[in-house]
């Protein structure tokens, strides 16, 4: 199953969370950097050339700080720079999901696209309601789309926790620990010290191990419940012509999607501290043979 033209839902924005702020653009910057202020700066330049005199230039440079003081304060200009920021985040997010999607193996991308369908669905019972009632419609649309983009990253989540659970041999890792700690104490001094490190950081991969398969039943309730919600929505829709209420379930699915992707964040930060310690016991390592090298170099020049 490809990826590569449309499909339901692949313009999806992120959902930003409780009080993202949003970053208001540089409307100077955006005014400046208008094609045609650029073909008469030019034409400033050009003319100043020709006439050999910087006047043209003086007068181009006064018009320029005139055009930009009144251009990047108007509120149509405004609202016409922030559509075209809106529709470059449209484009960032589309291609984002279009990757998403694609590293996904095919049963995954099903669901995807099924859940997609049954979106669509929704959308085209509620389309032919009241004008009225319209407010609720877009604002039942909006959570649709920020649901199924919450739901490809919860499947993309799903799907990474599945390949590690997959490459990682706990049995391997829990012998490995038994025997280093049983030659510890016979070990020389040096050598415990470096094993101790190993043992910390292999007992941080267990731990990251169950945590993972942890989080990894989490997510794919999650996702089910994603899938069951929707399918209700759906159901409710060919009867049901309160748009509001419908809004309002969508309203507590997206702040428990919200959550669940909250969770995966966290289990992924608790362990970005295992780097470090690798790198101390490459350290350690490399002193330790600096120091053997040093000491056969000592005992050679004797």
Partial sequence: MGFGGSYPGS?????????????????????????YNWIALGASAAFAVVTGTVVPLALAGGLELMYLAVVSQHPRFQRLVRSWKFA??????????T????????DMQGRYVKLAEVCRSIRGNYSQLTSTSQIFV??????????????????SAAFQQRQYVKTTDPDGIKKEIAALQQHMDSDPPRVQEINKK?????????????KILENRQVVDAQ???????LQLVRDQSV?????????????????????????????????SGLTPDMEGIMQDVGSSDSSSSSAQRTRIGS
């Avoid at 877009?138 to 920020?146: A, K, V």
């Fill in 223 to 229: 996702c089910s419940a994603v899938e069951d919600v």
């Fill in 239 to 271: 009867t049901m012509r309160d748009p509001q209420q419908v809004s309002d379930q969508l309203a507590n699915l997206v702040h428990d999607v919200e959550q669940t992707e909250q969770t995966v964040q966290q289990v992924e930060s608790i362990f």
């Fill in 99 to 106: 990757e998403m999607l694609r590293s996904l193996p095919p």
């Fill in 138 to 155: 877009q604002q039942m649309d909006s959570r649709l789309e920020g649901l199924l983009h919450g739901y490809a990253r919860l499947l």
């Fill in 198 to 210: 190993r043992v910390e950081i292999l007992s941080k991969r267990m731990e990251k191990y169950q």
């Fill in 11 to 35: 313009s999806l924005p992120d959902a930003p969370g409780p009080g993202d702020p949003k970053k208001e653009p540089n409307f100077v910057k955006e005014a400046f950097n208008i094609q």
């Fill in 88 to 97: 470059e985040e449209q484009k960032q997010h589309e291609q984002k999901l």
